[in-house]
C-alpha cells in the first residue's frame, strides 16, 4: 500500500499539491533525506542501517511472539520499516541515502507517508502493550 501510494503522489502530485479537505488535509508531494520531522537528515546511511538492525531483530525475535497483539504492533514496524527503506535505498541518489517519499499533509505537522503512519502506530502500540504488562511470548492473548 505505501509502495503504491509514493507511485501514485509521484504521478499526481508533480504539479503541486491537492486540496482534499481545505487547509485541513492536502496530498502535496515532498523528499525526506531525514527521519520523521526531517530530523537527521544528514544522517540517512546510519538511519538506514538503524532500520535493519530493527528489521533483523524483529525477524529473529518475532518467531517467538505467541501475543496476536504484539504480531500486530512488530507487523506495523516492520512494513514502515520497509516501506521507507525501500525509498532510501532505490530512490535517487540510492545506496541507503535515497529521499522517502511523503504526501500526507496537514496542517502545522510535517508532510508523512502510510509508512510513517504504520510506524507511529506500532509505536504507540508497543508503548501500551509495555505499559499494560502485555507479554509478548507465553500465554495467548485472553483479553
Do not use: C
Not at 537527521?40 to 542501517?49: M, P, V
Request: proline share 4%.
Amino acid at each position: 500500500m505505501d509502495y503504491l501510494s509514493k507511485e501514485l503522489a509521484l504521478t499526481y502530485l508533480s504539479d503541486g499539491p491537492v486540496k482534499i479537505v481545505g487547509s485541513l488535509l492536502q496530498l502535496k508531494l515532498a523528499f525526506n533525506s531525514g527521519a520523521a520531522f526531517s530530523f537527521a537528515s544528514n544522517a540517512t546511511i546510519f538511519l538506514s542501517t538503524f532500520a535493519m538492525i530493527v528489521a533483523a531483530s524483529i525477524f529473529y525475535y518475532g518467531r517467538k511472539i505467541t501475543s496476536t497483539r504484539w504480531a500486530i504492533a512488530l507487523g506495523l514496524a516492520l512494513g514502515g520499516i520497509f516501506g521507507n527503506l525501500n525509498d532510501r535505498i532505490f530512490r535517487p541518489p540510492g545506496g541507503l541515502q535515497g529521499e522517502v517519499v511523503d504526501w500526507i499533509q496537514l496542517p502545522n505537522w510535517p508532510i508523512f507517508n502510510i509508512a510513517d503512519i504504520s510506524v507511529v502506530s506500532a509505536a504507540i502500540l508497543i508503548t501500551y502493550l509495555s505499559w499494560k504488562n502485555v507479554p509478548a511470548i507465553g500465554n495467548k492473548d485472553v483479553k
